[in-house]
């Protein structure tokens, strides 16, 4: 039977949390789980048991016939210089004979383009979208394989150079041939940031931007933002929610069109369906309300 979130202490949740978001080390972890053990199980396989387990991020195979796939190199001038990400469409007719689609950035978590980020770019192509995931791990060799392995990567790129990376990630897609240059971006934890930072970059670029218990942008940075915005914040989490107020009381006095939902009760990492703190029916219901949200800003002839 698949473990969910009320088979843990909310307190080995929130240490999980820590250990994935790099507050504490591994070895941290590991003393600090053992108050948590039982007979037969260690602090080592608490830990294993509470991090991604692949097998299960398929909802969307990768051979699907009903979108078409591939891996695609784009240069970043300003960022990394030669980067690459995963595309998915709807695969309707010769390539040359398809209406074009709007666009939606898939940004992934603190690790990379990991195997349930790839997913999603398939479930935002299923859903009528030209979608495309970079990888900030490209100019380390891409996503490891190993989670513990690409959060280390991750932090050792330059920080202002990834952001350079989805802006001419983004910019690409805009220009693709698929593409009929509406935008939008959905991302979950660094990406729920880096979604608020896009529509902040891009303000005439982005038109929808869907941030998942990411963090909020700089308050003073709002105004800038013309883009519609739906948040989805787990109502366990903290850390992010303790920065919505402001930001929410900056987007309403600077006008911004925003629907922020909080799911009660639910962890950070909500929508990852391959770990513990994944909620089924919160992350369908995120999702539905994500796809809608697409679907009204750039789909509908009133966008």
Known sequence: MRETAGDYPQELLNLYDDYAHSRVTRRDFLVKAQRYTVAGVTAAALLSRLSPNYALAEQVKPDDKRITTEWLDYASPKGHQKMRGYLAMPAVGPFDQRARLPGVIVVHENRGLNPYVQDVVRRVALAGFVAFG????????????????????QRKLDGDKIVEDFIAATLMLKD?????????????????????TLAVRLPDVIQAAAPYYGR???VADVPKIKAAMQFHYAGLDQRINAGREPYEAALKAADVKFTAYEYEGKNHGFHNDTTPRYDKDAAALAWSRTIEFFNKTLKSEDA
């Open 134 to 153: 970079p990888d900030a791990l490209t100019p380390l060799g891409g996503y490891p394989g190993s989670d513990d392995e690409g959060r280390d990567m």
């Open 176 to 196: 693709h041939r698929a593409c009929n240059g509406r935008m939008g971006v959905v991302g979950f934890c660094f990406g729920g940031g880096m979604s608020n």
């Open 216 to 218: 909020q942008a700089d």
